[in-house]
């Protein structure tokens, strides 16, 4: 519009300051450049109009997609709640297979501790009908169950050093239980018993080599050497009995039959009397001992 209106301004100048030859050729001229003005209106129009149908395409195609993002979030959300359901399904599942696991391990230790128990009572009745071997590889093989009662496990270990001892005379074996049973089982209680059996048993393996030792002096016709040997073993508390009875009994032979030592004879064999009377070594020390009155 407003090259239109400069261009009506130029063509009244051109009147006022030219004839009208040359102002019909202006008019001309202007006349044409109106038309060209007023064609490239038109194209712009049209441009206008193509790039309105453009604007009214794109607002059609976003409604569209804003329709399809709407359905996606609709979509996810009912997704999410599926997910969130089969999470709490699948928690739920894992729970009751824990559960049937712990079952599983309760009864399967319930069975264990079961089969312990027979093991453990035949192995009294094994060891009541003198059968010690088969009693103590039953003890050990209830020790060996990691699935059994730990209480009975101690009970079946400390048995085991017991069976070894009293009734194998296995001191190496008898130690080795004993030894276990401390180790292992320490809040039991054989943990006690099983270190004063060990002491006892440590103790009586020191007097036995005493004894050993007092045999070989013996031998060697080192007699004073020997009777003193035989006198320490007498004096440990924690010795075997017999062991003490029968070292007493051989310092009264030495003192008779060797140092020449009467007296000394007698008071040993006396003692055999006095503080072994249950045995054997009695009824040989008192006939000696009748023998030197």
Do not use: H, P
């Not at 090259?3 to 030859?21: D, E, M, N, P, V």
């Not at 093989?141 to 059994?148: A, E, H």
């Not at 016709?221 to 009875?245: I, S, T």
Request: hydrophobic content about 35%; proline content about 0%; charged content about 30%.
């Amino acid at each position: 519009m407003k090259k239109l209106l400069f261009t009506i301004i130029c063509i009244g100048l051109l009147f006022t300051a030219s004839g009208c030859g040359d102002g019909e050729k202006k008019i001309a001229q202007l006349e044409k450049d109106v038309k060209i003005l007023k064609s490239g209106l038109a194209e712009k129009n049209q441009e206008i109009a193509q790039l309105k149908k453009d604007v009214s395409v794109l607002k059609s195609g976003l409604a569209e997609k804003n329709q399809e993002i709407a359905q996606l979030k609709k979509d996810v959300n009912v997704l999410k709640i599926g997910k969130a359901e089969n999470i709490q399904r699948i928690e739920q599942l894992e729970e009751y297979v824990n559960i049937l696991k712990r079952k599983e391990a309760a009864a399967a230790a319930a069975e264990q501790n079961l089969a312990c128990q027979n093991w453990s009572d035949e192995a009294e009745t094994e060891y009541k009908n003198g059968n010690f071997q088969k009693a103590v590889d039953l003890r050990e093989k209830v020790v060996q169950q990691d699935g059994c009662d730990e209480a009975l496990r101690a009970k079946n270990q400390y048995l085991a050093g017991y069976i070894y001892l009293e009734k194998l005379n296995d001191l190496d074996k008898a130690k080795d239980a004993y030894q276990k049973v401390i180790d292992n089982y320490a809040s039991s209680k054989y943990d006690n018993g099983a270190k004063t059996k060990l002491n006892e048993l440590q103790q009586n393996i020191a007097c036995d080599e005493w004894s050993v030792e007092a045999e070989a002096e013996y031998n060697n016709g080192n007699f004073q050497k020997a009777v003193d040997l035989r006198e320490k073993v007498v004096q440990q508390d924690g010795c075997d009995e017999a062991l003490r009875a029968k070292n007493q009994y051989l310092a009264g032979y030495i003192y008779q039959k060797k140092l020449n030592n009467l007296d000394k004879a007698k008071e040993a064999y006396q003692k055999v009397i006095d503080n072994y009377a249950s045995s054997k070594y009695v009824a040989k020390a008192k006939k000696r001992l009748d023998a030197l009155q």
